[in-house]
């Protein structure tokens, strides 16, 4: 048979319980909830502080203010589970803190590490590629390297009025010749033909007005190639950015298993204080079911 507690009886709880409310005056209060203190709520061990990292004081003090409204805790225990409850719920703020520092280095850290490529490595991609000019053509950096020779070309030739074979040869990666070489060498050899008859100044500004029209061609292509390699270069990094918001797996879960044991700590601090409370006012709270629960697998 399960005992009652008798309306005598509770009646008398809440009359003991009138008579230990702690503090009443502001100066009291005052006093009373710099008791934590003492459990060391605003000691070395909760604030984190180093040369590069220093958490503030001023912010725990002040959630410790709105926690102090919010349950007015009376005598150690209920001042106790308060600090557990203000010291888990600053713990979690830093594990938020702990997972955007994480997101932001993955997001800025891989940008920044592909705003710098290796062009060591893309030369050697362009060279091992078979045709460097081809493989050019499927980047920006490529397509930007192409005009740049393009123009170098055009400005030669608009001063002395002739496709060389050293103009040639600036297209030439590492000697091998590639789909650009050939159809500047192919247009070499075709200019140098003397044909018609025409004499040497006329022939001189016909082949230059034909060669900077070739020239002009290409460019625009290469141009055009460049502007297209940069777009769909920046849609990919925008979906690799999108991709990096979430940590990786490792870091994920050192961060939600932390999360758990501090929600875990949180509940249970404020579910004994509610409990105090109760008590306090005189309820008759049945004792708490206790589970032990392991985090093993």
């Given at each position: 048979?399960?005992?009652?507690?008798?309306?005598?009886?509770?009646?008398?709880?809440?009359?003991?319980?009138?008579?230990?409310?702690?503090?009443?005056?502001?100066?009291?209060?005052?006093?009373?909830?710099?008791?934590?203190?003492?459990?060391?709520?605003?000691?070395?061990?909760?604030?984190?502080?180093?040369?590069?990292?220093?958490?503030?004081?001023?912010?725990?003090?002040?959630?410790?203010?709105?926690?102090?409204?919010?349950?007015?805790?009376?005598?150690?225990?209920?001042?106790?589970?308060?600090?557990?409850?203000?010291?888990?719920?600053?713990?979690?703020?830093?594990?938020?803190?702990?997972?955007?520092?994480?997101?932001?280095?993955?997001?800025?850290?891989?940008?920044?590490?592909?705003?710098?490529?290796?062009?060591?490595?893309?030369?050697?991609?362009?060279?091992?590629?078979?045709?460097?000019?081809?493989?050019?053509?499927?980047?920006?950096?490529?397509?930007?390297?192409?005009?740049?020779?393009?123009?170098?070309?055009?400005?030669?030739?608009?001063?002395?009025?002739?496709?060389?074979?050293?103009?040639?040869?600036?297209?030439?990666?590492?000697?091998?010749?590639?789909?650009?070489?050939?159809?500047?060498?192919?247009?070499?050899?075709?200019?140098s033909q003397n044909s018609g008859g025409a004499d040497e100044a006329a022939r001189r500004e016909e082949v230059k007005k034909e060669a900077l029209s070739f020239i002009d061609r290409e460019l625009f292509?290469?141009?055009?190639?460049?502007?297209?390699?940069?777009?769909?270069?920046?849609?990919?990094?925008?979906?690799?950015?999108?991709?990096?918001?979430?940590?990786?797996?490792?870091?994920?879960?050192?961060?939600?298993?932390?999360?758990?044991?501090?929600?875990?700590?949180?509940?249970?601090?404020?579910?004994?204080?509610?409990?105090?409370?109760?008590?306090?006012?005189?309820?008759?709270?049945?004792?708490?079911?206790?589970?032990?629960?392991?985090?093993?697998?």
């Open positions: 048979m399960q005992n009652t507690t008798s309306v005598k009886q509770i009646a008398a709880n809440q009359a003991n319980a009138q008579k230990s409310t702690g503090p009443k005056t502001p100066e009291g209060r005052a006093v009373s909830k710099m008791n934590a203190l003492k459990h060391g709520i605003f000691s070395k061990e909760v604030l984190v502080s180093g040369l590069n990292i220093k958490e503030s004081r001023r912010d725990l003090e002040d959630i410790y203010e709105r926690f102090w409204q919010e349950y007015s805790p009376v005598g150690p225990v209920e001042e106790m589970l308060v600090d557990q409850i203000i010291t888990a719920h600053w713990r979690l703020r830093r594990a938020l803190r702990a997972e955007s520092g994480e997101i932001t280095l993955s997001v800025d850290g891989g940008h920044w590490a592909r705003s710098r490529p290796n062009i060591q490595l893309e030369v050697m991609r362009w060279d091992l590629s078979g045709d460097a000019a081809h493989a050019m053509q499927d980047s920006a950096m490529g397509n930007s390297t192409l005009a740049g020779w393009l123009r170098e070309v055009r400005a030669h030739l608009a001063k002395d009025g002739e496709l060389t074979k050293a103009d040639v040869e600036r297209f030439v990666f590492h000697g091998k010749p590639n789909i650009m070489s050939k159809k500047m060498e192919a247009l070499r050899v075709r200019l292509t290469v141009e055009w190639a460049q502007r297209h390699c940069e777009k769909r270069e920046a849609a990919e990094e925008e979906a690799r950015q999108a991709a990096a918001v979430l940590p990786s797996p490792e870091v994920l879960d050192k961060i939600m298993r932390y999360e758990t044991t501090l929600n875990r700590q949180l509940f249970r601090a404020m579910s004994q204080l509610e409990r105090m409370e109760r008590m306090r006012q005189g309820e008759a709270v049945p004792a708490p079911l206790m589970m032990e629960v392991s985090e093993r697998t």
